[in-house]
C-alpha cells in the first residue's frame, strides 16, 4: 500500500474514455495538487477545458498537453514542457489504445492481415506505452516513489489465448507487456521505488468497445467510472514488489 500521497499525476488518454474517467476521478481528489491531462486533442476537449476551469478555481495546476505517442518529436516537446512546470509526478497512467479505426478493423481471419495496420495498431499499443516512458525518464528514474501503469488488456496474454482472433491487437498488446516487464526490471535498478504496471480494465462502455458489445452481458459491461475507481485502487494498492505485474481491474493477477 503506498504511504505517500498522490499529488501530481500525468493520465495519457485523457480526453475520452477510460482515461476521461481517471481524470474526473483524478480531480475530485482533495489531495491532488497537479493534473497533466494528455491526448492527441486535449487542449481543445470542451470536457478537459471544463475540468481544468474547475481544477484552477479550486486552487490546483492543470496542464492540457496535445501529445502524440506515436510521435517521438510530439513526446519531446511534452518532455520540454513539463521540465518547465513539474518537478516531482507521482503517478503516470498511459490509456492510449487502438482496436479500429477508419482504416483498421480487428482481423478474425490470416486473409485479413495487412502490414499498414498491422503497423498502426503496434505503433499505438506497443511502441506508445515505452516511447512515452522513454519520454518521461527524468521522473522515472528521480529517487522517489513513482507508479508508471498503462493500460494493457487480457487478450495480450499468450497464456489465456484460447479463442484466436484479434491478430494485431493482441500481438501489440503482448508486446507491450514485454516492454512493461522489461522497462520494471532496468528501473528497479535505477530508482527501486518505481512501479510498474500492466493493467486489464474489463470490457468497458466506451468508443473502442463499442461496436464489440453486442455478445457482452450487462453486468459484464462495465462504465468507465467503476473501472477508474477499481484501477486506482490497484495503483495506489500496489508496491514496489507488485512491479513487472499484469493486474486486471479486481486485483486478479493476469498470467503472461
Ligand atoms: N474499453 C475496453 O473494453 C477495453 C478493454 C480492454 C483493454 N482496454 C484498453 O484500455 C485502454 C483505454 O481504452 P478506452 O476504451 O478508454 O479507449 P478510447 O475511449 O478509445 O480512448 C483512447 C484515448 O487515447 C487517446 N489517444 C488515441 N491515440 C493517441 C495517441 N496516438 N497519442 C495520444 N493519445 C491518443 C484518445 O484521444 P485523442 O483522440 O484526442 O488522441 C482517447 O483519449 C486502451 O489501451 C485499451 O486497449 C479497453
Known sequence: MRETPLKNALIMGASSGIGHAIAERLA????????????????????????????????????LLDVDITDEVS?????????????????????VGLLHSRDVSPEKALELISLPSMQQVFAVNAYGPILLAQALLPWLKARRPVVFASLSARVGSITDNRLGGW????????AQNQFLKTLAIELARRNPEAIVLALHPGTTDTGLSRPFQANVTQEKLFT?????????????????????????????????
Open 167 to 174: 491478430y494485431s491487437y493482441r500481438a501489440s498488446k503482448a
Open 28 to 63: 475530485a481528489d482533495p489531495g491532488i495538487e497537479t493534473l497533466v491531462l494528455c491526448s492527441r486533442s486535449a487542449g481543445s476537449n470542451v470536457p478537459l477545458l471544463s475540468l481544468q476551469s474547475q481544477l484552477v478555481t479550486a486552487g490546483k495546476k492543470c496542464l
Open 224 to 256: 468507465p467510472a467503476f473501472v477508474a475507481e477499481h484501477l486506482l485502487q490497484q495503483i495506489t494498492q500496489a508496491t514496489a514488489e507488485d512491479t513487472g505485474s499484469f493486474i486486471a481491474w479486481d486485483g486478479q493477477r493476469i498470467v503472461w
Open 75 to 95: 513526446l519531446l516537446g511534452m518532455t520540454n514542457q513539463l521540465r518547465k512546470d513539474l518537478q516531482v509526478i507521482d503517478l503516470i497512467v498511459n490509456t
